[in-house]
């Protein structure tokens, strides 16, 4: 028997757009993770810094909503955030702190942003002939279905 199966072996789920979909993200994420391993960055942190950068004095329930992140894991992520001196607290009430990056953190988040977006660059080169527009409007509805 041949160690060679892409002759005769088929896998019907393999042209399923839910099985290529979630193909497509893993690999597309791996590839994004690489590019932000380059700044001791993951993509949940770095996805993180961007927002509280983009929304300087945020709380922690927006970032986790805003990111489909629970609180029970954005915590740890905001304490190891904080730890490695990349975002302050400021606290707000006795349960609320706004949230806000260190000089460091701004820099970490720019850079990881600019890598994102070369990445975003590449990957909506890949899908043309579909617009920009489409595949996002595309993701979102199923981001939205899914998520209820």
């Given at each position: 028997?041949?160690?060679d ?8 789920i393999?042209?399923?757009p839910?099985?290529?979909?979630r193909?497509?993200s893993q690999?597309?994420?791996s ?10 960055m ?20 927006q ?6 992140i ?8 905001l304490h190891?955030l ?6 302050k607290?400021?606290?707000?009430d ?11 953190g ?5 850079a ?6 070369e990445h ?8 043309k002939?579909?617009?920009?527009d ?5 993701m ?9």
């Amino acid at each position: 028997m041949s160690d060679d199966i892409s002759d005769t072996f088929s896998v019907p789920i393999k042209e399923f757009p839910g099985y290529l979909l979630r193909a497509a993200s893993q690999a597309a994420i791996s590839r994004l993770s690489e590019r932000l391993g380059e700044y001791d960055m993951r993509l949940t942190e770095a996805s993180i810094l961007v927002a509280i950068q983009t929304n300087p004095g945020c709380r922690q329930s927006q970032i986790g909503k805003s990111l489909y992140i629970s609180s029970a894991n954005l915590t740890p992520k905001l304490h190891q955030l904080e730890k490695r001196k990349l975002i302050k607290r400021k606290p707000l009430d006795g349960r609320t702190n706004w949230l806000t990056l260190t000089q460091r953190g701004d820099e970490v988040a720019s850079a990881c942003l600019i890598a994102m977006k070369e990445h975003e660059d590449v990957l909506l080169e890949l899908i043309k002939p579909i617009s920009a527009d489409e595949f996002t409007a595309a993701m979102k509805r199923l981001t939205t279905a899914f998520n209820r």
